[in-house]
C-alpha cells in the first residue's frame, strides 16, 4: 500500500477573495434543506498549515510526530506530511493508512502498548522499526517477532494534582526501567530513547520539568548498560492553547536544554495530535427531536407545565456520543454549540437546554447544560473544535445513517502561503483535486463531499 495514487482521491474547495467557514457552512445547511438534512463537517486545512507555523515558532527544537488515532482523515495526513511532520501509529490499519501517502518507515513510531503479535510482524516486514514499550511482556513479544526493533521506553510520569491521577499511570516507573533495560539487553533488543507520558489536560510546568529529569535518568542507565540512546520524545498533551505552549516552550525547552545539550546528539520529539485538527474541523448538526421538562420535575418529562414554570428543553440531534461526538465517552467536555437560525433575534430568551444524541441510551448526553434560545425541528447547531476523536461512526450506534461527510476547503491565501514553504499541489499533494468553491453551487457539493 506504498506509495500515492496517481489520480486525486478527494477535492478540496479552493476559497477565493472574503469567502469564509460560515459562508460555506451556511451554503451547505441551505442546500441541505432539499435533502436529508444529514450532519456534516467541514475541515479547514488552513488551519493545520497556521498550527504547524505555530508549532515551528514555538517549538523549534522539537520535531512534531502527528499522533493519527486523534483524526484520520487522509487530507489531515496529507497535509502535515507535505509540511514534515512524522507520525505515530496505534494499530495496523493505521500504520497502512500513513504508509499509502508515502511516509518513510523511519518516519512513524508504532505507539501502540499492548500489540498483536501480527501487527508487530507487520511492522518488522515494512522496516517500521521504533516501537514503544513499557513492560517486559510486550518486550519478548518484541524480541520474537522484530529483532531489528529499536525501542522508545514509555515511563511514567508522576501527577502533582491529584485530580490528574488517573490520567498519569501509563508506562513503566522509574525504579523499574533498569530491570527492563537489562532485560532488553539480554534479549538483544535495542533501546534507542524514552517516551514520556503526559496528561492531555497539564498545566503544570513541574510535570514537564520532572519528565525530562527521569528521562535524564533513564538515559544514564542504558548508557551504562550499554545502550546508545539518542531520542527523547516528551508525549502528546498539547491542547493547542496559547498558554500552554508558552509554558512549554518557557519551561520545557529550558529543561530540555540542561539535560539533552545538542551537543550530545538527542532527537527531541513530541505527539501533538488535536493541536493540530480540533479547531480546523467545525460540525453542523440537526435537531430532530424535542421534550419540554420542568426544571424541578425532570424525571416526569410528560407533565404539563404550569403557568409559573421556567421549561427546561433536552433536544436530540442526529449525532450523539456514538458517533461524532465519541471522545464525550472519554470524558472530555464538549463546548455548547452556536445556533443557525435565520431571523433569530439578538434579544431572543434563552432558557435551560441539554443536548442529546439520536439513540435514547442514557449515556448518550452530549452537552448537560447550555442557555438556547427555543429551537424546532429542523433547527441547526454548529459545533466548533470539533477535529479531535470525533469523526467516525461507532459500531454501537443506533442509527443506519452514514458517517457524516466532510467538506475540505482552504482559502487561496492560505494556499499561496503553503506554497511558500515548499509545499505544492504537483509533488507533495498529488491526492488533492483544489476545485474552486462557488457559494450555492450544487456541483460544489458533489466535488467536496468526502465520506469521513
Known amino acids: 500500500m506504498k506509495g500515492i495514487a496517481d489520480e486525486p482521491q478527494y477535492s478540496v474547495g479552493l476559497l477565493e477573495g472574503d469567502t469564509g467557514l460560515c459562508d460555506v457552512i451556511d451554503s451547505h445547511i441551505d442546500e441541505q434543506t432539499l435533502s436529508e438534512k444529514n450532519a456534516f463537517f467541514v475541515a479547514d486545512l488552513g488551519v493545520i498549515m497556521r498550527q504547524h507555523v505555530r508549532w515551528r515558532t514555538h517549538m523549534a527544537q522539537i520535531r512534531p510526530y502527528y499522533a493519527v488515532r486523534c483524526n484520520s482523515s487522509p487530507a489531515v495526513i496529507e497535509v502535515l506530511a507535505a509540511l514534515g511532520s512524522g507520525f505515530t501509529c496505534s494499530n495496523k490499519s493505521e500504520l497502512e493508512l500513513v ?35 513499557d513492560n517486559e511482556a510486550e518486550l519478548r513479544k518484541i524480541s520474537r517477532c522484530h529483532p531489528n526493533a529499536k525501542l522508545l521506553l514509555q515511563v511514567s510520569t508522576e501527577a502533582s494534582n491529584p485530580g490528574e491521577e488517573m490520567s498519569m499511570t501509563f508506562g513503566c516507573s522509574l525504579k523499574d526501567c533498569r530491570h527492563l533495560l537489562e532485560s532488553a539487553k539480554e534479549l538483544g533488543v535495542q533501546v534507542v530513547g524514552v517516551r514520556c507520558h503526559i496528561s492531555s489536560s497539564c498545566e503544570d510546568d513541574q510535570v514537564y520539568v520532572h519528565a525530562v529529569s527521569d528521562a535524564r535518568c533513564i538515559f544514564d542507565m542504558g548508557e551504562e548498560i550499554g545502550f546508545n540512546m539518542n531520542i527523547l520524545d ?23 536544554d540542561m539535560y539533552f545539550p545538542s551537543s550530545c546528539g538527542v532527537s527531541i520529539i513530541a505527539e501533538p495530535g488535536s493541536f493540530f485538527v480540533s479547531s480546523a474541523f467545525t460540525l453542523a448538526v440537526n435537531i430532530i427531536s424535542k421534550e419540554v421538562v420542568a426544571r424541578d420535575r425532570k424525571d416526569q418529562q410528560h407533565d404539563e407545565l404550569s403557568p409559573n414554570e421556567e ?84 459500531p454501537f450506534t443506533s442509527t443506519d445513517l452514514p458517517p457524516p461527510h466532510v467538506y475540505y476547503i482552504l482559502s487561496s491565501r492560505d494556499w499561496f502561503e503553503m506554497q511558500d514553504t515548499g509545499v505544492t499541489h504537483e509533488t507533495t499533494l498529488k491526492s488533492f483535486s483544489l476545485v474552486p468553491y462557488f457559494l450555492n453551487s450544487y456541483q460544489t457539493e458533489a466535488a467536496l463531499s468526502v465520506p469521513a
Open 99 to 133: 504508509q499509502s501517502h508515502g511516509i518513510p518507515p523511519e518516519d512513524i513510531i508504532y505507539s501502540g502498548v499492548c500489540k498483536q503479535v501480527s501487527q508487530i510482524k507487520y511492522a518488522a516486514k515494512n522496516g517500521i522499526d521504533l516501537l514503544v514499550c
Open 234 to 256: 516528551i508525549g502528546g498533551g498539547f491542547s493547542g492553547s496559547e498558554t500552554q505552549l508558552e509554558l512549554i516552550n518557557n519551561t520545557v525547552i529550558s529543561v530540555v
Open 311 to 394: 421549561p427546561e428543553f433536552q433536544y436530540y440531534m442526529n449525532e450523539g456520543v456514538y458517533g461524532s461526538f465519541s471522545s464525550k465517552l472519554s470524558e472530555t467536555l464538549i463546548s455548547p454549540p452556536s445556533v443557525h437560525k435565520q431571523n433569530m433575534s439578538l434579544e431572543a430568551p434563552v432558557f435551560s437546554s441539554s443536548l442529546w444524541g439520536p439513540s435514547g441510551d442514557d449515556l448518550d448526553q452530549v452537552v448537560e447544560h447550555c442557555l438556547l434560545p427555543e429551537l424546532n425541528i429542523g433547527d441547526w447547531l454548529v459545533f466548533k473544535h470539533a477535529g479531535a476523536y470525533n469523526l467516525g461512526q461507532s
